[in-house]
């Protein structure tokens, strides 16, 4: 029989905050559980560090730049909303080769085609975040006689220009069980059901994605979660040391633009607990939902992955939620991957969320040469010993206003190459934190261009044409240098 997925997801989750990446005060048990069973990847990347483009190069497997959805609906600045007609999904894959395919949670990939229209079971959940006037839980709220939600302790920064900030978090006043997120579990167990039995009747496969909207800001949550971690045992980051000096500017805007500095630290202490009660609460709801797949017997039949979009900054550099920066708090995001019949592993290769849909199609031995920016991770959840790149490189498009970024990560460095703006170079075996661009220290010419080189280099290879911004602006050197008097879709290069 084939194997079947079941694949969880959630969104703006920071790596740090699970047990089995080191946090020793939020109780994640159950996402514990699955990585002590399965293959554990301490440098996964998100290829872009916001919802709907990184969602679509999962889809895909492809770079932002080339399925060219590159923003958020919600703040787009004139990019595409949908993805062309005829992209490769693996979902389509999928359901051509015999799968069952259903997604419980956020799609939030375009606006004119949902889940639905890439073969996708479930109900249509739009949206950002919660989207608690859905009719479909407002029945579940009717079914069981739970209250509706109501919210009350709003906790907003201030903006720069005086007015009332972001909601970061809110006191929800509803049982767990009636929260959004165990009306999502409970909505996937019943599928996973439904799979299950068709699975035992006839063979046929599924691959079921229960998404969590959390646990991205605000953090509403009930008292249980919202007070489970004491404040006092939350250690600030210590890139809330950031003075923005030698940084792009738009970093101490965005800065302003959440609010930050209008907090104490004992305001940030608890913004950081609520934020990792919501984290918790998530994990009580995948667990719920790995203690069904037991009991339906599907343990040993079913691959079980578990990822994020993206992080989140939780008041680290001083900011929140997500934006204009390549630090490791927001592009570093957890990767659990446990198949049957496989050991526990613990991998440090350089790997990508894009890789989790060659990974998918792999495993339901289908071809996975379509999703071009994807490699299977199956060998390394398997223990072998692979020749694997060294390297990362992510991208950025904008958020509330076009915003170009590339980022080269490497085991030690980190480059990002700002065109409006100065560069960065970080030095992460001296320097954790990000806290000191290196990029025009004397001392580290060499290394700066060499990885200059590389990048510019690795966007040639891909047909990213943000390359042909550094071929004027970066130590490129003249080995790969373009010659600029050429004709488009010429490739001799200059030489000097």
Same mark, same amino acid.
């Given at each position: 029989m084939s194997t079947n997925i079941l694949f969880l997801m959630t969104d703006q989750h920071r790596l740090d905050t699970l047990g089995a990446y080191g946090n020793t005060v939020v109780p994640t048990p159950n996402l514990d559980r699955l990585a002590a069973t399965g293959a554990l990847?301490?440098?996964?990347?998100?290829?872009?560090?916001?919802?709907?483009?990184?969602?679509? %190069?999962?889809?895909?497997?492809?770079?932002?730049?080339?399925?060219?959805?590159?923003?958020?609906? *919600?703040?787009?600045?004139? @990019?595409? !909303?949908?993805?062309?007609?005829?992209?490769?999904?693996? %979902?389509?894959?999928?359901? /051509?080769?015999? @799968?069952?395919?259903?997604?419980?949670?956020? =799609?939030?990939?375009?606006? $004119?085609?949902?889940?639905?229209?890439?073969?996708?079971?479930?109900?249509?959940?739009?949206? =950002?975040?919660?989207?608690?006037?859905? !009719? /479909?839980?407002?029945?579940?709220?009717? *079914?069981?006689?739970?209250?509706?939600?109501?919210?009350?302790? $709003?906790?907003?920064?201030?903006?720069?220009?005086?007015? &009332?900030?972001?909601?970061?978090?809110?006191?929800?006043?509803?049982?767990? !069980?009636?929260?959004? $997120?165990? @009306?999502?579990?409970?909505?996937?167990? *019943?599928?996973? %059901?439904?799979?299950?039995?068709?699975?035992?009747?006839?063979?046929? &496969?599924?691959?079921? *994605?229960l998404s969590f909207f959390g646990p991205h800001l605000p953090y509403l949550l009930p008292d249980e979660y919202f007070d489970l971690i004491d404040p006092a045992l939350v250690q600030l980051p210590g890139s809330v040391a950031e003075t923005f000096e030698n940084k792009p500017p738009v970093q101490r805007k965005y800065s302003g633009h959440w609010g930050y500095d209008t907090f104490s630290h004992d305001q940030s202490r608890k913004l950081i607990a609520v934020y990792w009660g919501y984290v918790a609460m998530i994990d009580s709801q995948i667990g719920r939902v790995l203690d069904a797949l037991d009991d339906l017997g599907l343990s040993d039949d079913t691959a079980v992955f578990f990822t994020a979009d993206h992080g989140e900054f939780t008041g680290s550099h001083r900011l929140h939620d997500k934006g204009p920066a390549m630090y490791e708090d927001i592009y570093r995001i957890p990767a659990i991957i446990r198949v049957p019949d496989q050991v526990h592993t613990t991998r440090d290769e350089m790997v990508l969320l894009t890789d989790f849909t060659a990974t998918i199609l792999d495993l339901a031995e289908l071809d996975a040469s379509p999703a071009v920016d994807s490699r299977s991770l199956l060998p390394l959840v398997c223990g072998a010993k692979v020749d694997w790149a060294d390297v990362v490189v992510c991208e950025f498009h904008g958020h509330h206003f076009p915003y170009a970024q590339r980022m080269l990560r490497t085991g030690c460095y980190k480059l990002v190459v700002n065109p409006e703006s100065v560069n960065e170079l970080y030095d992460l075996s001296n320097d954790p934190d990000e806290l000191r661009n290196r990029y025009y220290d004397p001392t580290m010419v060499d290394v700066r261009d060499r990885l200059v080189q590389r990048l510019y280099e690795l966007l040639q290879q891909r047909g990213d044409n943000f390359y042909h911004w550094m071929t004027s602006t970066d130590p490129i050197g003249s080995r790969t240098a373009l010659n600029p008097s050429r004709a488009p879709g010429e490739t001799s290069h200059a030489r000097s």
């Amino acid at each position: 029989m084939s194997t079947n997925i079941l694949f969880l997801m959630t969104d703006q989750h920071r790596l740090d905050t699970l047990g089995a990446y080191g946090n020793t005060v939020v109780p994640t048990p159950n996402l514990d559980r699955l990585a002590a069973t399965g293959a554990l990847f301490r440098r996964c990347y998100t290829p872009t560090a916001i919802c709907t483009p990184a969602r679509a %190069s999962l889809l895909t497997g492809q770079q932002p730049f080339r399925h060219k959805l590159l923003a958020n609906q *919600e703040r787009n600045v004139g @990019y595409n !909303e949908d993805l062309a007609q005829g992209t490769f999904t693996f %979902s389509q894959a999928l359901v /051509d080769a015999g @799968y069952a395919c259903g997604l419980i949670g956020k =799609w939030h990939i375009g606006t $004119e085609r949902n889940a639905a229209s890439y073969g996708f079971d479930g109900p249509d959940l739009p949206g =950002w975040h919660n989207p608690v006037d859905h !009719e /479909d839980y407002q029945a579940y709220l009717a *079914e069981r006689g739970f209250p509706p939600v109501v919210t009350t302790g $709003e906790i907003r920064g201030i903006y720069p220009n005086g007015r &009332p900030g972001n909601l970061l978090a809110a006191r929800l006043h509803q049982p767990a !069980e009636a929260t959004f $997120e165990a @009306y999502l579990a409970t909505r996937a167990i *019943e599928m996973l %059901s439904v799979y299950a039995d068709r699975y035992a009747h006839t063979g046929r &496969p599924f691959f079921l *994605e229960l998404s969590f909207f959390g646990p991205h800001l605000p953090y509403l949550l009930p008292d249980e979660y919202f007070d489970l971690i004491d404040p006092a045992l939350v250690q600030l980051p210590g890139s809330v040391a950031e003075t923005f000096e030698n940084k792009p500017p738009v970093q101490r805007k965005y800065s302003g633009h959440w609010g930050y500095d209008t907090f104490s630290h004992d305001q940030s202490r608890k913004l950081i607990a609520v934020y990792w009660g919501y984290v918790a609460m998530i994990d009580s709801q995948i667990g719920r939902v790995l203690d069904a797949l037991d009991d339906l017997g599907l343990s040993d039949d079913t691959a079980v992955f578990f990822t994020a979009d993206h992080g989140e900054f939780t008041g680290s550099h001083r900011l929140h939620d997500k934006g204009p920066a390549m630090y490791e708090d927001i592009y570093r995001i957890p990767a659990i991957i446990r198949v049957p019949d496989q050991v526990h592993t613990t991998r440090d290769e350089m790997v990508l969320l894009t890789d989790f849909t060659a990974t998918i199609l792999d495993l339901a031995e289908l071809d996975a040469s379509p999703a071009v920016d994807s490699r299977s991770l199956l060998p390394l959840v398997c223990g072998a010993k692979v020749d694997w790149a060294d390297v990362v490189v992510c991208e950025f498009h904008g958020h509330h206003f076009p915003y170009a970024q590339r980022m080269l990560r490497t085991g030690c460095y980190k480059l990002v190459v700002n065109p409006e703006s100065v560069n960065e170079l970080y030095d992460l075996s001296n320097d954790p934190d990000e806290l000191r661009n290196r990029y025009y220290d004397p001392t580290m010419v060499d290394v700066r261009d060499r990885l200059v080189q590389r990048l510019y280099e690795l966007l040639q290879q891909r047909g990213d044409n943000f390359y042909h911004w550094m071929t004027s602006t970066d130590p490129i050197g003249s080995r790969t240098a373009l010659n600029p008097s050429r004709a488009p879709g010429e490739t001799s290069h200059a030489r000097s």
